[in-house]
Nanobody, 124 residues
């Protein structure tokens, strides 16, 4: 069993940056692919970014490519999402997810464990 706790959300102006963190407990993160999804009000949950269990492959949703960077620290058992050049359309609750030995799939059903989410609000 893996417990995931996100942090780092908040309110930021358009063009600003935030770094989200997701701390895992219960299992070492080294065997898990990690991903970030987000859900805006009235919309379905959507894929943002993922990193394979080995850390050798990353995957990004088209609208965040070049602005967001996912990374994981197996020693700290934490995955990060560095978000730059934030725009109002990035406003959402951001969720961390984990999949054992995953490849970094953009599909939510590939992930077994989910955090509770952290709110990101970007003002114009």
């Amino acid at each position: 069993q893996v417990q995931l706790v996100e942090s780092g959300g908040g309110l930021v102006q358009a063009g600003g940056s935030l770094r989200l963190s997701c701390a895992a407990s219960g299992r070492t993160m080294s065997r898990y692919a990690m991903a970030w999804f987000r859900q805006a009000p009235g919309k379905e949950r959507e894929f943002v970014a993922a990193i394979s269990w080995s850390g050798g492959a990353t995957n990004y949703e088209a609208s965040v490519k070049g602005r967001f960077t996912i990374s994981k620290d197996n020693v700290k058992n934490t995955v990060y999402l560095q978000m730059n050049s934030l725009q109002p359309e990035d406003t959402a609750v951001y969720y961390c997810a984990a999949a054992v030995l995953g490849s970094g799939s953009p599909t939510s059903r590939s992930y077994n464990y989910w955090g509770q989410g952290t709110q990101v609000t970007v003002s114009s």
